[in-house]
């Protein structure tokens, strides 16, 4: 350590300090030191209190805040999407059933549209089918009908209604029967009612217009002969 006694000059009598120079190196470097401490602990709260007033925006928040953003609507989009799809196939398949409904009610009309006409001639099918048990039955007893349709009039068999004008049929042959005749073993019970064939009037042919002859041109008639003097004078 060194001495820093003060000590008395014996030239001037006066007292005097002799400081060494590294102690107030020292000291200047110390008092500078805490100066400067004292300056940085000051400046400390200010820049603590400006971070905490303005943040700097974080990119990575932002990026996941927009990404996240992105996923809602495309989940949305996505329902979206397949709300409509099914709505689609609903109504293909409402389209297809009304379709295949429409094809089997045509078949029906097709099919079963005479049903109500049918079922009007059904008594007229139950009388046919009791006449033909009725037939058979008198068929029994001896009591036949019989066909003139095609065949030659027979006065003793068949009775005329009239005439009509036939090709497809002989003249003088039955051409349509209106009612069949009966026989009960070989007598005649009932003569069938016929119409005969009589061949169609053969329509006079159009007489074809005889072309006038022109009359031919008229020739002088000769003078009579004059009468000779002679004549004259026998007159």
């Excluded at 949305?76 to 709300?83: D, P, S, T, V």
């Excluded at 389209?95 to 049903?115: C, M, S, T």
């Amino acid at each position: 350590m060194t001495d820093s006694t003060p000590v008395v000059s014996s030239e001037t009598g006066k007292f005097s300090t002799d400081i060494a120079e590294e102690l107030i190196s020292a000291a200047v470097e110390s008092v500078e030191k805490h100066r400067q401490d004292g300056e940085e602990l000051a400046m400390e709260p200010e820049v603590a209190a400006g971070t905490s007033a303005a943040p700097e925006p974080d990119p990575l928040a932002e990026l996941r805040t927009r990404l996240e953003a992105s996923e809602s609507a495309t989940r949305e989009l996505e329902a979206q999407l397949k709300e409509s799809k099914e709505q689609t196939l609903r109504a293909m398949a409402d389209l297809d059933n009304a379709r295949k409904r429409a094809q089997r009610e045509r078949e029906e009309v097709v099919r079963y549209g005479l049903e109500r006409s049918l079922k009007d001639l059904l008594p007229v099918v139950d009388n046919l089918d009791r006449a033909l048990d009725l037939e058979d039955t008198l068929s029994r007893q001896g009591l036949k009908a019989f066909s003139a349709l095609g065949q030659p009039f027979d006065p003793h068999l068949h009775e005329a209604m009239g005439h009509e004008d036939r090709t497809d049929f002989p003249p003088g042959t039955v051409s349509s029967e209106v009612l069949r005749g009966f026989k009960l073993h070989d007598r005649l019970v009932r003569p069938a009612l016929v119409m005969v064939a009589r061949a169609p009037a053969v329509a006079a042919a159009p007489a074809e217009p005889v072309a006038e002859t022109p009359p031919a041109a008229s020739e002088p008639e000769p003078a009579a002969p004059s009468a000779s003097p002679e004549q004259t004078e026998e007159g």
